[in-house]
């Protein structure tokens, strides 16, 4: 062939100069996204389309940590579908999480039931825990997160992107709706 298209001469399509970093997802903008996410299973344990989309300001730990590597660089409108292993998701099992307390370490009058969420004070903050047995005497409970072990598959559409305010970037999180309200 004699002529060949732009694309397979290598040339890049010409675009403004200086790039507008605030479209695509990046460091100090405020994302605000749809996800389903999936278990290995095929079971759905989250689903943001039922609600406002999620806002979050990019790199400030707001998220789990393979979720924003695997957006960076998307722009508004694009889809993308990813699976994090443990690792990369709410980290592995951690069996030392796995703790049995005394009967009467719980309030008398608190109904103890296998599921119940409940949250321990402790040295480090507030930490979500679940009961995941109990006797007469012994409540068996796991600090591990609901989804530690897994590997979770997303499949996200970015809804909106925004460069974030400097109040947002000093607290570290979003403002407005989806984001902090304070
Ligand atoms: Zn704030």
């Not at 389309?49 to 924003?68: A, C, K, Q, S, Y």
């Not at 402790?122 to 997160?145: C, M, R, W, Y």
Request: charged share 25%; hydrophobic share 35%.
């Amino acid at each position: 062939m004699l002529v060949t298209s732009d694309e397979e001469r290598g040339f890049v399509r010409p675009r403004p100069w200086p790039q507008n970093m605030s479209d695509t997802i990046s460091k100090d903008m405020v994302a605000s996204v749809h996800y389903i996410g999936t278990l290995s299973s095929g079971d759905e344990f989250d689903n943001s389309r039922d609600r406002d989309p999620l806002e979050f300001l990019v790199g400030h730990g707001n998220m789990i940590p393979g979720f924003e590597d695997e957006m960076m660089g998307a722009e508004v409108g694009e889809k993308r579908t990813f699976t994090l292993e443990a690792e990369r998701g709410y980290g592995e099992r951690d069996e030392s999480g796995v703790q049995e307390m005394p009967r009467d370490a719980f309030p008398d009058e608190m109904p103890i039931e296998v599921g119940l969420q409940l949250v321990g004070e402790t040295e480090q903050g507030p930490l979500p825990f679940k009961i995941t047995a109990f006797s007469d005497t012994t409540v068996t409970i796991d600090f591990n997160h609901e989804l530690a072990g897994e590997a979770l598959t997303f499949n996200v559409e970015v809804m909106g992107l925004r460069a974030a305010s400097e109040e947002e970037i000093a607290h570290g999180h979003a403002h407005g709706p989806g984001g902090h309200h304070h």
